[in-house]
């Protein structure tokens, strides 16, 4: 599709009836749904042929603006609910949005089995390290040393690296993008729905409000900067720079493996209908 045939965003937004939104000013969660409806966009899809899933946080507001099939559901579950509609409905484009909270805390369990069924699902996890909607608590991708309500003397738990967990988990597709970034994130996204299987894209955000004020990045720009500076491309790593002390961004796992639906159907069901069929017989 060229630019000039790309359905407009508001086509794919309930901007009559859902906006303002309810985010703070400077946060990340927009330019995420921002990237995620461009990425539709580019890729021709139908909003009927697309279905977002969210559980609780700051992302969890995403299905109200977004004008696909959507489901906002309970804390940590999203997952869940995405496994069943991408059963009842295996045409369908899932995408899953949760925060780092909601994703590898109480839904932890849920990403890793994900993972390891393999289910066409594009799961975009927005890590801003804090639970930025309930107050400003640790949560599981916390920096050691940072500050937040609930570690007033500094953060001592090592925090989980998203990426590592969907790599080993056994996610078909795990790409790392930011906020700061953002046309890169943008086809990051692209590829990750059109991968079969289940695939991740991690996007590190700014969360001023929760965590930047309680450390030395009061603003929503410094934040930014702080993406910009401390990040590296994998193409920049493969050229030679160094990434020494910094986070990589880019597609960083892109593999072939058998996908939980069509083992399901092509298999499971296939066999039982088989076997059924002789019984009647």
Same mark, same amino acid.
């Given at each position: 599709?060229?630019?000039?045939?790309?359905?407009?965003?508001?086509?794919?937004?309930?901007?009559?009836?859902?906006?303002?939104?309810?985010?703070?000013?400077?946060?990340?969660?927009?330019?995420?749904?921002?990237?995620?409806?461009?990425?539709?966009?580019?890729?021709?899809?139908?909003?009927?042929?697309?279905?977002?899933?969210?559980?609780?946080?700051?992302?969890?507001?995403?299905?109200?603006?977004?004008?696909?099939?959507?489901?906002?559901?309970?804390?940590?579950?999203?997952?869940?609910?995405?496994?069943?509609?991408?059963?009842?409905?295996?045409?369908?484009?899932?995408?899953?949005?949760?925060?780092?909270?909601?994703?590898?805390?109480?839904?932890?369990?849920?990403?890793?089995?994900?993972?390891?069924?393999?289910?066409?699902?594009?799961?975009?996890?927005?890590?801003?390290?804090?639970?930025?909607?309930?107050?400003?608590?640790?949560?599981?991708?916390?920096?050691?040393?940072?500050?937040? =309500?609930?570690?007033?003397?500094?953060?001592?738990? !090592?925090?989980?690296? +998203?990426?590592?967990? *969907?790599? /080993? @988990? #056994?996610? $078909?597709?795990?790409?790392?993008?930011?906020?700061?970034?953002?046309?890169?994130?943008?086809?990051?996204?692209?590829?990750?729905?059109?991968?079969?299987?289940?695939?991740?894209?991690?996007?590190?955000?700014?969360?001023?409000?929760?965590?930047?004020?309680?450390?030395?990045?009061? =603003?929503?720009?410094?934040?930014?900067?702080?993406? !910009?500076?401390?990040? +590296?491309?994998?193409? *920049?790593? /493969? @050229? #030679?720079? $160094?990434?020494?002390?910094?986070?990589?961004?880019?597609?960083?796992?892109?593999?072939?493996?058998?996908?939980?639906?069509?083992?399901?159907?092509?298999?499971?069901?296939?066999?039982?209908?088989?076997?059924?069929?002789?019984?009647?017989?």
């Amino acid at each position: 599709m060229t630019m000039q045939t790309l359905p407009p965003i508001h086509e794919y937004l309930r901007s009559h009836k859902k906006f303002p939104h309810v985010w703070c000013a400077g946060c990340g969660a927009g330019n995420v749904l921002g990237s995620i409806i461009r990425a539709v966009g580019h890729l021709g899809l139908d909003r009927d042929e697309v279905a977002m899933v969210s559980g609780i946080g700051c992302s969890g507001r995403m299905p109200v603006y977004a004008d696909f099939n959507t489901l906002h559901t309970t804390h940590g579950r999203a997952l869940a609910f995405a496994t069943g509609i991408k059963l009842a409905k295996p045409n369908m484009q899932v995408l899953v949005v949760m925060g780092d909270g909601d994703a590898l805390a109480i839904g932890g369990n849920h990403f890793i089995h994900a993972a390891r069924r393999n289910v066409d699902l594009t799961a975009i996890v927005v890590n801003n390290g804090i639970y930025g909607l309930t107050g400003g608590q640790v949560s599981p991708t916390t920096p050691m040393g940072a500050y937040a =309500t609930t570690a007033t003397y500094g953060q001592i738990e !090592r925090p989980f690296d +998203i990426a590592k967990i *969907a790599d /080993a @988990a #056994g996610a $078909s597709f795990v790409a790392r993008g930011t906020v700061y970034h953002i046309l890169e994130l943008e086809k990051l996204i692209e590829q990750a729905i059109v991968k079969r299987g289940f695939s991740v894209v991690e996007v590190i955000s700014q969360c001023h409000t929760a965590y930047g004020r309680l450390n030395m990045m009061p =603003t929503a720009v410094e934040m930014l900067k702080w993406q !910009r500076d401390n990040t +590296i491309s994998v193409a *920049a790593v /493969a @050229a #030679g720079k $160094s990434a020494e002390g910094k986070i990589t961004r880019g597609v960083l796992v892109d593999r072939e493996l058998p996908e939980f639906t069509d083992v399901y159907f092509n298999q499971v069901v296939a066999r039982a209908q088989e076997l059924t069929g002789r019984a009647e017989r």
